[in-house]
């Protein structure tokens, strides 16, 4: 996970260096052309050096100010507002995993609600009733959905703790891996 976040903050660290950046040089670009002022002049040169040494010094203050952040970048497709309701004291069983290269996540439970609720929070996958064992079950499979919908579902909901949040922290860095892998 710690692979992740490190690229994550080293983009997020060159994009706030480039808005700086283009801050201050625009700026610059902006009073030329407004002011007229005559580039060749010593008052002009003193005041764009002074310039650029304070946007160079906001720059060298953004390393500094990261260091004390976690960065988890994911890329913004679309925006939901998740609505979720999962009643306490049902037993779950959480499995992730991968299928032929090709993640998944499925949920286990003897009653009805966790896994609908879920369900229908995210509007994707599969829910349905296992003759077999009559546990209910809720799944999805594919990288699209587990990368976009299901796991910003549970990172801001924190549903898991302990080894689950383990095994699932595990899972999403072979997640995120795959989808580096494949971007």
């Known amino acids: 996970m710690s692979d992740f976040r490190n690229r994550s903050k080293a983009r ?3 994009r706030m ?3 700086v950046k283009d801050t201050y040089v625009g700026c610059l670009d902006a009073a030329e052309k407004l002011l007229g002022v005559d580039t060749r002049s010593t008052s002009w040169r003193q005041f764009r050096y002074r310039v650029l040494n304070l946007g160079n010094d906001k720059i060298r203050q953004v390393d500094v100010e990261l260091q004390d952040y976690t960065i988890e970048f994911r890329p ?18 959480f499995e992730f995993g991968f299928v032929d290269d090709e993640p998944y996540f499925t949920m286990l439970s003897k009653a009805e609600e966790p896994g609908k609720a879920v369900s229908e929070a995210l509007s994707i996958g ?3 009733r296992n003759p077999g064992n009559g546990l209910w079950v809720f799944g999805v499979k594919g990288m699209y959905d587990l990368f976009h919908k299901v796991i910003p579902f549970f990172d801001k909901n924190e549903c898991f703790k302990g080894k689950t949040l383990e095994r699932y922290n595990t899972w999403k860095e072979k997640v995120y891996n795959m989808e580096k892998a494949n971007a």
């Open 17 to 19: 260096k480039r808005h």
């Open 12 to 14: 997020f660290e060159e």
């Open 76 to 93: 913004a497709i679309f925006s939901v507002e998740y609505k979720v309701d999962v009643p306490d004291g049902k037993l779950v069983e």
């Open 126 to 128: 599969y829910f349905v």
